[in-house]
């Protein structure tokens, strides 16, 4: 038994809410991947050098990314060799075997908040304008005050004009403290967030930051200052880094995610607005690029949309409809 038909037998029985956000959440990708797959499959009787050669071009459409795409089709060939497989569609079960394989990378994946032991967790969000940062602080908010947190949001990010009112507006929304400031210098608006969630005692401060890429030696500057700044008012703060990766970018996310990385700690990515691009294969190329976990994926507009990710969900979700190819072709 394949993986995907693991996941398939677990996530049947189940069919949760979340499960159901996936599968709806990833049709755009699913109906691109999944489509010309099947024609591939259709089109070959046998894996060969031809097969392998259009099979890369639709891994890469799907924005797995070159160096991602030719990794699996290395693991691919090895495959066919070692096992001797000559259908098309055994090897389709091989192919969704190693694009879990690719992402988990033998590592240990962690998907969930690293929470501070005692005190305040503060995250820091950082990305580009326009990938979303706000609104995903806002959904996040929205979360954890569901789980029973006491969340503080800091608009961190007092550049961007209308970041406060957007930051300020999602916090009446939800009903979640906030700290603002207009027109201050960031770093003193992020102390006085941090300090004012130690002294009442909030569980989780959600800071938010401009979203400049431009100018990198000031950037690492404001970045290197706000963590020293925090880092004095709660150790180990920031305990989490996020970056927000607009999905519909495709591999423009990954060229961000690495020069974040060059800048600063980032723990994880968010990946907003999986659910608007056919090319949903970027989860996967932004870990094997960068080695930065995805943890979190927009997908929907609802504020209950964005999710934790889930690695096994997410090949249920680009996967989901093959079984159903199959019965049609008996």
Same mark, same amino acid.
């Given at each position: 038994?394949?993986?995907?038909?693991?996941?398939?037998?677990?996530?049947?029985?189940?069919?949760?809410?979340?499960?159901?956000?996936?599968?709806?959440?990833?049709?755009?990708?699913?109906?691109?991947?999944?489509?010309?797959?099947?024609?591939?499959?259709?089109?070959?009787?046998?894996?060969?050098?031809?097969?392998?050669?259009?099979?890369?071009?639709?891994?890469?459409?799907?924005?797995?990314?070159?160096?991602?795409?030719?990794?699996?089709?290395?693991?691919?060939?090895?495959?066919?060799?070692?096992?001797?497989?000559?259908?098309?569609?055994?090897?389709?079960?091989?192919?969704?075997?190693?694009?879990?394989?690719?992402?988990?990378?033998?590592?240990?994946?962690?998907?969930?908040?690293?929470?501070?032991?005692?005190?305040?967790?503060?995250?820091?969000?950082?990305?580009?304008?326009?990938?979303?940062?706000?609104?995903?602080?806002?959904?996040?908010?929205?979360?954890?005050?569901?789980?029973?947190?006491?969340?503080?949001?800091?608009?961190?990010?007092?550049?961007?004009?209308?970041?406060?009112?957007?930051?300020?507006?999602?916090?009446?929304?939800?009903?979640?403290?906030?700290?603002?400031?207009?027109?201050?210098?960031?770093?003193?608006? &992020?102390?006085?967030?941090?300090?004012?969630?130690?002294?009442?005692?909030?569980?989780?401060?959600?800071?938010?930051?401009?979203?400049?890429?431009?100018?990198?030696?000031?950037? &690492?500057?404001?970045?290197?200052?706000?963590?020293?700044?925090?880092?004095?008012?709660?150790?180990?703060?920031?305990?989490?880094?996020?970056?927000?990766?607009?999905?519909?970018?495709?591999?423009?996310?990954?060229?961000?995610?690495?020069?974040?990385?060059?800048?600063?700690?980032?723990?994880?990515?968010?990946?907003?607005?999986?659910?608007?691009?056919?090319?949903?294969?970027?989860?996967?190329?932004?870990?094997?690029?960068?080695?930065?976990?995805?943890?979190?994926?927009?997908?929907?507009?609802?504020?209950?949309?964005?999710?934790?990710?889930?690695?096994?969900?997410?090949?249920?979700?680009?996967?989901?409809?093959?079984?159903?190819?199959?019965?049609?072709?008996?």
């Amino acid at each position: 038994m394949g993986l995907f038909d693991k996941f398939k037998n677990i996530f049947k029985k189940e069919e949760k809410e979340e499960v159901q956000i996936y599968d709806k959440g990833l049709s755009k990708t699913r109906n691109n991947f999944l489509d010309s797959l099947m024609k591939l499959n259709k089109k070959h009787n046998k894996v060969d050098d031809e097969y392998f050669e259009e099979l890369e071009e639709i891994l890469i459409m799907a924005d797995i990314g070159v160096n991602t795409v030719m990794d699996i089709i290395d693991k691919l060939k090895a495959r066919v060799k070692k096992e001797n497989i000559q259908s098309t569609d055994k090897l389709r079960e091989i192919i969704v075997d190693e694009m879990f394989i690719i992402y988990v990378n033998n590592d240990i994946i962690v998907n969930k908040i690293n929470y501070a032991e005692s005190g305040p967790t503060v995250i820091l969000f950082v990305g580009v304008n326009g990938a979303g940062k706000t609104t995903t602080i806002g959904k996040i908010a929205y979360k954890l005050k569901n789980e029973g947190k006491k969340v503080l949001m800091v608009a961190g990010d007092t550049f961007r004009a209308g970041a406060v009112d957007q930051l300020a507006e999602w916090a009446h929304n939800i009903d979640v403290d906030i700290v603002y400031r207009e027109n201050a210098d960031p770093v003193s608006v &992020m102390y006085d967030g941090v300090s004012k969630a130690k002294n009442e005692n909030y569980d989780v401060v959600l800071i938010d930051t401009a979203g400049r890429l431009q100018n990198k030696v000031n950037l &690492m500057k404001e970045l290197e200052k706000v963590n020293k700044v925090i880092g004095k008012l709660i150790e180990g703060a920031p305990h989490e880094t996020l970056l927000v990766v607009d999905a519909t970018t495709g591999q423009n996310g990954i060229s961000q995610a690495k020069s974040f990385k060059e800048i600063t700690n980032i723990t994880g990515v968010v990946l907003t607005k999986l659910d608007g691009t056919a090319k949903g294969g970027i989860v996967l190329a932004i870990k094997e690029s960068t080695g930065i976990p995805v943890k979190f994926v927009g997908l929907g507009e609802r504020k209950e949309d964005l999710r934790v990710f889930d690695i096994e969900k997410y090949i249920y979700g680009l996967f989901k409809g093959m079984e159903d190819d199959d019965e049609r072709t008996c």
